[in-house]
């Protein structure tokens, strides 16, 4: 019966995508029309998505090569693109999506998580119904199903492959990768091996083992006081070391590298030909300089680190990436390579966040800024931008919350095209503007009108009771009642 069922059940994510977007898609398509709050359909910047307003401000959609969305703002959104389909209902409470590839996720926060995986052995299901119910089929592995505490299996969960529970805490046995484990009376009671030279054993507080031949040796005794170890047996420098925690412990490796604790956290020293570092006391004053080796035997700065906290610290790597701040934890800033990317940032907390992403070897990039609560924006490599105010949220850039509640608080939000034109929306995008090559036109929906172009100007009040237009020779006219025309003069004769 259940293999009968499963691909119904997969089907479900495409089924209610396809119910929530049914009927609006055609709502982008065809000549601009302006009837707010009734309906109103536009491309507000070139290059920009067309949109679609209806029942101003609720019904709400935007189309562009490779991405459709529609909505109810704030009940549901439903968005296409060429990568995934996606609904929201009460967003961040519900969200369904499925990719591309046949997968899907699934999630009424905080209660039913649901993912379906498509893999080379078959599909990945998983079904969670927090905190007690988990089920689902794992490829190569069958079915599996837990009622916690009381048993049960479950896989890719706490922080294992595979994970069996009898009468949690009484018993529970874990598998990862090649590695077998098992607990009792958790954490009192363990023990497990690879199969491959790497074990461990531990009944706490009173003994504990964990090691891989030729790798690395750690025992304790009285845990969490007497710790001593062998580490990276298999490298060139190996170290051995102990611990008698929080007191006192020491480190050495063949090479001369040494480290010491002292009343760990606060107090710890390193010196040796890899590394210098000095924590005294830690967090206040830290400084760290690690060397790497080149291929030829020399050395090079590989990171370097101060802290005099929390007025001043900074990290740099020799691959570029740099870090640093200022009266923690207010001030930050960052460089990261990403790639054939370079991602700049700086962090004034919570009021202040500018992040930039351009290529590494040069060119137009990608910015972002939020001045909280009062304003936000974004430029993008093509020269078009936008901004917007308020900006009530307290962080940065949450695109599925914005475009489902942003409306609401949005007094300003200004868009410009790569071509120069410029599209302002005021009191939550009631109040328009838009301007461009092709022309201009201002809208106070139910008040007042106004727009111009090559083929001359046009006004109106209360939605064309009253209104006047002037052609391209210069001609105007008078309109009464919306058909009634008075010629008024001006430019060639008709």
């Not at 109103?40 to 991405?67: I, K, M, Q, T």
């Not at 990568?83 to 905080?110: H, I, K, M, N």
Request: hydrophobic content about 40%; some cysteine.
């Amino acid at each position: 019966m259940s293999a009968r069922r499963a691909p119904t059940r997969s089907r479900l994510p495409g089924l209610l995508l396809a119910a929530a977007a049914s009927g609006c898609a055609a709502l982008g398509e065809g000549p601009d029309r302006a009837a707010l709050p009734a309906f109103e359909r536009e491309r507000p910047v070139g290059g920009g998505p067309r949109e679609w307003d209806l029942g101003w401000p609720l019904g709400h959609g935007e189309s562009a090569p490779g991405r459709d969305e529609s909505g109810l703002r704030p009940l549901w959104r439903s968005v296409r693109t060429d990568r995934f389909d996606r609904l929201e209902v009460l967003y961040p409470l519900f969200r369904t999506e499925r990719d591309a590839p046949g997968g899907s996720t699934t999630r009424l926060f905080p209660i039913l998580w649901r993912d379906s995986l498509p893999q080379a052995a078959g599909v990945d299901r998983d079904t969670s119904v927090m905190p007690f119910l988990y089920w689902g089929d794992e490829p190569g592995e069958g079915p599996y199903f837990l009622l916690f505490p009381v048993g049960g299996t479950v896989t890719q969960r706490f922080l294992s492959d595979r994970t069996t529970f009898v009468l949690f805490p009484l018993y529970a046995g874990t598998r990862t990768g090649e590695w077998r484990g098992h607990h009792l009376l958790w954490p009192v009671i363990h023990w497990g091996s690879d199969g491959a030279g790497r074990r461990g054993f531990r009944v706490l507080p009173f003994y504990g083992s964990h090691e891989k031949d030729g790798v690395f040796d750690r025992k304790t005794v009285l845990w969490p006081i007497v710790h001593w170890s062998a580490e990276d047996l298999d490298r060139r420098h190996p170290t051995r070391g102990w611990l008698v925690w929080p007191l006192v412990g020491r480190e050495s490796a063949t090479d001369g590298q040494t480290s010491t604790v002292v009343l760990w956290p606060f107090f710890s020293w390193a010196d040796g030909p890899r590394a210098v570092e000095r924590d005294l006391p830690f967090p206040f004053y830290r400084t760290r300089t690690r060397w790497g080796e080149r291929e030829d035997g020399g050395r090079f700065v590989e990171e370097s680190l101060f802290w005099l906290w929390p007025f001043h610290g900074r990290f740099e790597r020799h691959d570029g990436e740099r870090s640093g701040f200022a009266a923690w934890p207010i001030v930050f800033w960052w460089t990261l390579p990403r790639g054939a990317s370079v991602e700049e940032a700086v962090v004034v907390a919570p009021f202040w966040w500018d992040k930039r992403l351009a290529p590494a070897a040069g060119g137009p990039g990608s910015r972002s800024w939020k001045a909280w609560p009062l304003a936000q924006g974004e430029r993008r490599p093509d020269g078009s931008a936008s901004w917007s105010a308020l900006a009530p949220l307290p962080w940065f850039r949450w695109e599925e919350f914005e475009a489902n509640w942003g409306v609401f608080w949005e007094l300003v939000r200004v868009r410009r095209g790569a071509d120069g034109s410029r599209a302002v929306d005021l009191l939550f995008s009631l109040v328009r503007e838009r301007t461009g090559p092709e022309g201009e036109r201002r809208r106070v929906p139910l008040v007042a009108a106004a727009s111009s172009d090559s083929g001359g100007a046009r006004w109106s009040l209360l939605e064309g009771l009253l209104g006047g237009e002037t052609d391209g020779r210069g001609a105007s006219s008078l309109r009464l009642l919306w058909v009634l025309r008075i010629p008024l003069g001006g430019g060639a004769s008709r």
